[in-house]
């Protein structure tokens, strides 16, 4: 199993070619020589080639914000997980919850997403995460259990060192506050053993990242908590020195 920590830039729908060739300079320079921590960055499809060119010489990876389950053919506007890899970009995120709400994505497209880029050879980032109101309901855990069966769906264990589960409490998204420590140890403890009872004869199973608010304060104690193995950054990820400053203090 990768045990390296995974920092995961999701800089959604922001940054043009100015702002990113910046953003990336600076990081690059910011995290020269950094060892024992997995970086992506995740820009906008029109910018994976500039990304791509600026980390040409480094260990930063690159990813799509979503990905389509077919190869080619008649799908205007969606982009196939072998058209990511052959421009050098070996992540997706599937299941982001402004996906679910804005475009409507259901469980079952998301499991055919992860299925097909699995396949392909991707790496994903799978994100999970309760509402508002189905955490004022106690419907956490049934939710995200129903998430992680529903997206899970047929995947052969030989698949699970590929995908990262991204547990992202929707409520807190942008929020500029992050879930509580023990909200947030609680899910992440449920969702191990929820993958676990899932995959009982895996070898590995998905490290497990928290989305949500993450910020230069709140992250050494959210990497502390037990089956924690990362987090997923927005806001925070598209500040140069905050950005550095969590992986820095990820890996520390
Ligand atoms: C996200 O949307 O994936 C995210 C983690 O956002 P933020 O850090 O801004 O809450």
């Not at 830039?9 to 990336?24: F, P, Q």
């Not at 053919?73 to 982001?96: F, K, N, Q, R």
């Amino acid at each position: 199993m990768n045990k390296n920590k995974l920092v995961f830039a999701n800089w959604k729908m922001n940054l043009h070619s100015e702002d990113i060739n910046t953003l990336v300079k600076g990081v690059l320079n910011g995290l020269n020589d950094i060892s024992g921590v997995d970086i992506v960055l995740a820009p906008t499809f029109p910018y994976l080639g500039i990304v791509k060119l600026l980390t040409a010489n480094s260990k930063i990876r690159l990813s799509a914000q979503n990905v389509f389950w077919e190869e080619s053919g008649s799908y205007t506007g969606e982009v196939s997980p072998g058209m990511l890899l052959d421009v050098g970009c070996t992540w997706a995120m599937i299941g982001h919850s402004e996906r679910r709400q804005h475009l409507l994505e259901t469980n079952e497209m998301i499991n055919k997403k992860v299925l097909s880029s699995t396949l392909k050879g991707l790496n994903i980032i799978l994100c999970v995460g309760e509402s508002f109101d189905q955490r004022r309901t106690k419907k956490t855990f049934a939710s995200i259990s129903d998430q992680l069966h529903r997206g899970l769906r047929g995947v052969g264990e030989e698949f699970l060192p590929q995908i990262v589960i991204g547990y992202e409490p929707i409520w807190v998204i942008g929020s500029g506050q992050a879930a509580s420590l023990n909200d947030i140890s609680s899910v992440h403890n449920f969702i191990f053993t929820e993958v676990e009872s899932m995959f009982p004869t895996a070898e590995s199973l998905p490290r497990i990242v928290y989305g949500g608010s993450v910020n230069t304060t709140n992250v050494e104690q959210i990497v502390d908590l037990d089956n924690v193995d990362g987090v997923l950054v927005g806001n925070a990820s598209m500040d140069c020195d905050k950005f550095c400053d969590i992986v820095l203090k990820v890996v520390k």
